[in-house]
């Protein structure tokens, strides 16, 4: 059966065999997630459940902070300890502490001046990490670790509309949660940058157990 025109097309992104390995140069990756995050200077997008790896791998809350303070939009989405999300995610991998460690993020980021956080209760099925034009998206499966699952690298110019399916959809999940109530307002977080601070943090990748 001939195929219809138009209706497939190829588009271009790169595979990695799992998140542990983005920063692995063997897999040819053109930068790995520290860069990433480094030379994002518009929009840094994160949906997470718990990415407890963003805090024992890469402590991210200095470089965070220069960020936001030099302009990058920075929006990052936690999942609610609380929520059945969770509570599902937690008994699909047997990890009790799931819902301790997304607390332990809220916590952490919560801290950190000038970005804007939300906890979120979506059922995702692939944790989004956006740094402008390049886009990584980490697959989730059935009793399998997100850090031991797939990752897409896209970028807009090469796959422009995967990319705008998987920012389409961060956008719609921010939309549907609102910051809490009475949470504390932009600039009032722990961690802040000093005036005469302008030379960029450094982020240096840790070695890490966790996801």
């Known amino acids: 059966m001939a195929r219809p025109a138009g209706r497939f097309r190829r588009v271009s992104c790169r595979a990695g065999r799992h998140r542990a390995c983005v920063a692995d140069p063997k897999l040819d990756l053109q930068r790995d997630l520290a860069c990433l995050v480094l030379e994002a200077t518009e929009a840094l997008d994160i949906l997470v459940y718990a990415g407890a790896f963003l805090i024992e791998a890469l402590d991210l ?3 965070l902070v220069w960020k936001a303070a030099r302009g990058t939009r920075i929006r990052v989405l936690v999942a609610d300890p609380c929520s059945a999300a969770v509570g599902l995610r937690a008994a699909e991998l047997s990890l009790e502490w799931l819902p301790q460690r997304c607390q332990s993020t809220l916590d952490y980021l919560r801290r950190v001046d000038g970005i804007s956080l939300r906890p979120h209760g979506a059922s995702h099925y692939v944790s989004l990490f956006r740094f402008d034009d390049m886009l990584l998206a980490n697959a989730h499966a059935y009793g399998i670790w997100a850090c031991h699952s797939p990752v ?17 959809s961060f956008d719609r999940t921010w939309r549907s949660w609102e910051p809490e109530p ?28 966790n996801c």
């Open 182 to 209: 009475g949470s504390a307002p932009v600039g009032s977080g722990t961690f802040k940058i000093k005036p005469t601070e302008t030379d960029q943090p450094e982020l240096r990748p840790r070695p890490s157990t």
């Open 61 to 63: 809350a200095d470089v």
């Open 152 to 168: 897409l690298q896209m970028h807009r110019s090469s796959s422009a509309k995967l990319f705008d399916f998987y920012t389409n």
